[in-house]
């Protein structure tokens, strides 16, 4: 059993910034891949970012490539999603899920709460 919990949504003004956080607990959980995953209303929940636990190697979504940045402190048992330069289309509730592979939610088996990230100016 892994459980997640995330933090660190708010409500920001566009080109402002937020880091997500995931705290992650469980007695396997640094061998699950990590993804973030985000649903705005009225839309289906699409994939984010996921850093692969075997290797650490990193995947985005067209949408958020080059300005997101996934992280992860394995001390901390903790996943960062950095997000610089929001713009309004990021408003969503973000989660984090552990147990999948890529950037498709439905390989995912454990699921976090949900954090808000709302973008307006």
């Not at 394995?74 to 147990?99: F, H, I, R, W």
Request: proline share 4%; with cysteine.
């Amino acid at each position: 059993q892994v459980q997640l919990v995330e933090s660190g949504g708010d409500l920001v003004q566009p080109g402002g910034s937020l880091r997500l956080s995931c705290v992650v607990s469980g007695r396997t959980w640094p061998g699950y891949t990590i993804g973030w995953f985000r649903q705005a209303s009225g839309k289906e929940r699409e994939g984010v970012s996921c850093i692969i636990s075997s290797d650490g190697s990193t995947y985005y979504a067209d949408s958020v490539k080059d300005r997101f940045t996934i992280s992860r402190d394995s001390a901390k048992n903790t996943v960062y999603l950095q997000m610089p330069n929001l713009e309004p289309e990021d408003t969503a509730v973000y989660y984090c899920a552990a147990g999948g592979s890529s950037l498709d939610p439905d390989a995912y088996d454990y699921w976090g709460q949900g954090t808000q990230v709302t973008i307006s100016s």
